[in-house]
């Protein structure tokens, strides 16, 4: 039997120049996404929860944890990448360099690379402890991109920024190798999902 993951992206997030990244909320939209994709997800089937430590990821996880009554558990390698502390004028210019070139990052950042690589072995790790279980993992838009990228090379910025809030993406995982099932799709989520591009910004 093959082990199966379903990645969760974090629902709407609220994005504040007065927090640190790891600290940002989900918004009042997010908090209603939440609560709404607990009843979608349930028939997924899964059997053990491994979120981030990310305030907006466990956040959107602990409904369906609440009605599911599954352990959770948390690995701090499956955070965001570390691209910046806060908000900045110039995000986007630096998110396009970072998929133009892995090995770039600001001072005191992550670059692609190092991000892609320290999320594949977490990855590894908590497939390696569940084979041949059903798990959910609560994530970020930014590591998945880049675990996407690691699966296939040719999967790049473009895919990254196509994953919503909330998303779920179903990969397969067998004898040390991934495959995503890119016809998997959750019945009532595209109701429910918002672009990355909706979530505001407060400076």
């Known amino acids: 039997m093959d082990t199966v993951i379903y990645f969760i992206r974090h629902a709407q997030s609220r994005i504040s120049a007065r927090l640190r990244h790891h600290e940002w909320p989900l918004s009042d939209l997010g908090r209603v996404q939440a609560a709404k994709l607990a009843p979608l997800i349930a028939n997924l089937q899964i059997q053990r929860v491994i979120s981030s430590p990310f305030i907006r990821c466990l956040d959107t996880i ?40 892995f090995h770039f990052s600001i001072p005191g950042g992550e670059s692609s690379f190092q991000a892609q690589t320290r999320f594949v072995n977490a990855v ?10 059903v798990l959910g993992i609560s994530t970020h838009g930014n590591v998945l991109g880049l675990f996407l990228n690691f699966i296939d090379s040719r999967l790049h910025r473009q895919e990254a920024e196509k994953i919503r809030n909330p998303d779920v993406l179903k990969i397969i995982a067998r004898s040390g190798r991934y495959e995503w099932d890119q016809d998997f ?13 909706a979530t505001s910004i407060e400076k």
């Open 62 to 101: 602990a409904p369906f944890i609440s009605v599911s009554k599954l352990p959770l558990d948390i690995h701090d390698d499956l955070r965001e990448r570390h691209v910046v502390d806060t908000v900045v004028d110039d995000f986007s210019e630096i998110w396009k360099k970072s998929w133009a070139d």
């Open 185 to 197: 799709s959750v019945p009532g989520l595209d109701e429910l999902a918002t672009h990355p591009a």
């Open 124 to 133: 590894a790790e908590v497939v390696d402890s569940h084979e041949r279980s």
